[in-house]
């Protein structure tokens, strides 16, 4: 089994990363067991705890995981500047680090499969502009659940999970860099650990 230790800035950080990492465990049949430190508030209360916990793991005061998944927001800032700042809070222990930056939200990641979408919830959704604008993806995915008739406060997680499982990664992997990105970063850890 393979520990891992993931840092989000809110909950539909973790909701994604969450399923997204069982479903290559699921496909690579290999056993992982995440460990969610969730924090909300933001960047900046993650870099934070990411600090804490490198003092914690350099002090064996935390047991080593096989890897650091870390999800924040570009919010506008591509995603090398925001990968400059995880590794500056994580000095010496950047090789376990997945880095997971949605340019420019992680709402956005979640209608880029309009499929996946139409699956989901009986309803497809309008692909996603790039724009950068506080809350525009919450408020464009919740919109389109509740357009889809669905209830978008309700099993939350749920959502996420089922929208994850249905998607179809290559092809989204080549609408947005951020998230091809992430998937490769996946899929080689996981090829390794094969």
């Known amino acids: 089994m393979y520990n891992i230790s993931l840092f989000v800035e809110d909950e539909a950080h973790e909701d994604f990363l969450t399923a997204l990492v069982q479903r290559f465990a699921d496909?690579?049949?290999?056993?992982?067991?995440?460990?969610?430190?969730?924090?909300?508030?933001?960047?900046?209360k993650v870099i934070k705890a990411l600090k804490k916990y490198q003092q914690e793991l350099r002090h064996n005061k935390a047991e080593l995981p096989h890897l650091i998944i870390v999800g924040i927001d570009g919010n506008c800032k591509r995603p090398p500047a925001r990968e400059r700042?995880?590794?500056?809070?994580?000095?010496?222990?950047?090789?376990f680090v997945i880095s997971a930056i949605p340019e420019p939200h992680i709402e956005r990641w979640l209608l880029l499969d309009a499929e996946a979408?139409?699956?989901?919830?009986?309803?497809?959704?309008?692909?996603?502009?790039?724009?950068?604008?506080?809350?525009?993806?919450?408020?464009?995915?919740?919109?389109?659940?509740s357009e889809a008739g669905a209830n978008p406060n309700l099993s939350r997680t749920q959502h996420v999970a089922n929208l994850v499982n249905a998607m179809n990664l290559q092809h989204i992997a080549r609408r947005t860099d951020s998230l091809g990105q992430l998937l490769k970063a996946l899929q080689n850890q996981f090829e390794i650990w094969r």
Do not use: M
């Not at 496909?27 to 900046?44: K, N």
């Not at 139409?118 to 659940?145: M, Q």
């Open 27 to 44: 496909t690579y049949q290999i056993e992982v067991h995440l460990w969610p430190y969730s924090v909300r508030g933001g960047r900046g």
């Open 85 to 95: 700042e995880i590794n500056q809070a994580l000095p010496g222990f950047t090789d």
């Open 117 to 145: 979408f139409k699956t989901v919830f009986g309803k497809g959704c309008p692909a996603p502009d790039k724009k950068c604008e506080r809350d525009r993806y919450k408020r464009f995915l919740l919109n389109a659940i």
